[in-house]
Nanobody, 115 residues
Framework: QVQLVESGGGLVQPGGSLSLSCLAS????????MTWYRQVPGKERVLVAG????????TYADSVKDRFTISRDNARNAATLQMNSLKPEDTAVYYC????????WGQGTQVTVSS
């Protein structure tokens, strides 16, 4: 079955760190561009980070630049999102996907940044 499963979210204090994983099955992440999105209730899902297929070039939303890092873990066939210096406004459900041929959105993983 071709799918992506996100994990690694949780409750963290402001300034803390979390590492999210996006485990792929049914395809190889190295053959696709990978992306991370986030969504808060009542708002649209927004792109926070992306990595291209061939060169591995990364792009980030201005709001997370220099704090978040997207990468691939080819051994685990996964994409990861390392999040540092977390802020309350980073609170959201985080989703991953691929390009081309994006998959139906999974359940995501909840990240809550609060003291």
């Amino acid at each position: 079955q071709v799918q992506l499963v996100e994990s690694g979210g949780g409750l963290v204090q402001p300034g803390g760190s979390l590492s999210l994983s996006c485990l792929a099955s049914g395809f190889t992440v190295g053959n696709y561009a990978m992306t991370w999105y986030r969504q808060v209730p009542g708002k649209e899902r927004v792109l926070v980070a992306g990595m291209t297929q061939f060169t591995g070039r990364t792009t980030y939303a201005d709001s997370v630049k220099d704090r978040f890092t997207i990468s691939r873990d080819n051994a685990r066939n996964a994409a990861t999102l390392q999040m540092n210096s977390l802020k309350p406004e980073d609170t959201a459900v985080y989703y991953c996907n691929r390009n081309p041929l994006p998959l139906p959105w999974g359940q995501g993983t909840q990240v809550t940044v609060s003291s």
